[in-house]
């Protein structure tokens, strides 16, 4: 029996993409990556843990703003290269603007539009200068 973790296509630098969506409504949140090390660690946890790249370490959603990705399932894409996580995003923000996505502008008339509100003012969120919880 292989390792579940061995079925990945693992970029050049160990991460795969993992997109978290909400286990309801199908909303994507937001995009980060997962390396081994994540990826199995949110398996046993039952929560999205992810790759920081900017600070080369792992990077538990939710650490320092308290919004954890409860994780609902983890599904493989057919090329074995893109991890989509359904979760419940808890507080209802996944992203580091205080919005509940980061898909949240939309190409309109030649520009990015902000269409969806911010619920919280991320300075109430964050206590570092390193906001990318």
Not at 11 to 30: E, F, H, N, T, W
Not at 72 to 94: K, N
Request: with cysteine.
């Amino acid at each position: 029996m292989s390792n579940w973790l061995d079925e990945i296509k693992w970029d050049s630098a160990g991460l795969v993409p993992a997109i978290a969506q909400d286990y309801k409504s199908g909303r994507v949140l937001m995009m980060a990556w997962m390396n081994r090390e994540a990826l199995q660690l949110t398996a046993r946890e039952g929560r999205a843990i992810y790759w920081s790249r900017s600070r080369n370490k792992l990077w538990r959603k939710g650490e320092e703003s308290g919004h954890v990705q409860k994780l609902h399932e983890m599904r493989l894409d057919c090329d074995a290269d893109v991890i989509i996580l359904l979760v419940e995003q808890l507080g209802g923000i996944a992203c580091h603007t205080g919005r509940e996505s980061c898909f949240y502008r939309v190409f309109s008339d030649n520009a990015w539009q902000a269409v969806d509100p911010v619920l919280k003012d991320p300075q109430a969120i964050y206590t570092r200068a390193d906001k990318h919880d």
